[in-house]
């Protein structure tokens, strides 16, 4: 584990050592999922920490073994978001305990392009920062996610998820650390990290796209690779469509003053 570690760290910009630096305390270690982990312990500008054991994020959890499943019960975890489209989440159902509230919120993912629609994005360099860069999905994606968040009983938690885990599950991370008052550096520290996290399944996609693309190897990674600069674009996609992620909160999310100061009370210390 920790030659794993050194290996990752090694591997990634100095500002996402910090978060890869806690990982034997921040993954949850399953057998059926991957970049399963708890986005608690971030520190806050005005010094308070996003609480341990109420939020997770993850890639797919369609194949959890009964012990996995039993990870989740005794992390209390009861809650669970799911932002993969209709046709994803039927491929690879999630395995969770019994009683689990679980909710689908697939806005936006059953529009992602076709295989043939997404070589061409890959080969004109477009596909991640149109992706992030477009608002219109975000909405719909994540206002029952905030709604949840909000309504959650003291002694459970939530996990949200998509097929991989990093770009539907970073943005949901993104908005949450950013309503919370999570620094912009840690919270671009806490997105990039799925680039270790998943490098062993992102390693297997990369090639099995340069045998279909018979693009090289370096422009497939440096398409998908997670950077900050595709938050960025995010916020930036948020603040022209909206004059403020502020606004974008209140009107398409249903999150404003009071809820923020709610939010801040439930998961910070």
């Known amino acids: 584990m920790k030659k794993l570690l050194f290996s990752m760290v ?4 100095l500002f996402a050592m910090a978060q890869l630096a806690d990982s034997a305390t ?9 970049n399963f982990r708890d986005i608690g312990g971030y520190k806050t500008a005005d010094g308070k920490t996003v ?13 959890l073994t009964d012990s996995d499943v039993d990870t989740l ?17 039927q491929q690879s159902p999630d395995r969770l305990p019994k009683g689990t509230a679980y909710m689908l919120m697939p806005a936006g993912s059953d529009s992602l392009p076709d295989a043939k629609q997404m070589m061409a994005l890959i080969k004109a360099g477009s596909f991640l920062p149109e ?4 608002p219109q999905y975000l909405g719909a994606r ?16 939530l996990l949200y998820h998509c097929t991989g885990g990093r770009d539907r599950t970073g943005m949901a991370t993104a908005l949450l650390l950013y309503v919370l ?6 919270i671009e520290a806490d997105f990039t990290a799925s680039n270790a996290y998943l ?17 090289d190897l370096e422009t497939i990674k440096k398409s998908f690779e997670l950077r900050p600069e595709l938050l960025h674009a995010m916020f930036a996609g948020i603040e022209k469509k909206y004059g403020s992620v502020s606004n974008f909160m209140q009107t398409e999310l249903n999150v404003g003053p009071k809820q923020i100061a709610e939010l801040k009370a439930m998961y910070l210390n």
């Open 181 to 186: 008052g999570v620094p912009m550096k840690t």
């Open 142 to 157: 994540y206002k029952g996610f905030f709604s949840m968040l909000l309504t959650m009983p003291n002694d459970e938690a």
């Open 26 to 34: 921040r993954l949850v270690h399953v057998k059926g999922a991957v």
């Open 51 to 63: 609480k341990w054991n109420k939020l997770y994020r993850s890639a797919d959890i369609g194949h």
């Open 73 to 89: 019960t005794n992390r209390h975890i009861k809650q669970v978001v799911d932002f993969r489209g209709v046709k994803e989440s």
């Open 10 to 13: 090694c591997c990634m910009p």
């Open 131 to 134: 992706f992030y860069g477009n």
């Open 199 to 215: 490098e062993s399944m992102n390693q297997s996609m990369y090639q099995g796209m340069v045998q279909a693309t018979g693009t």
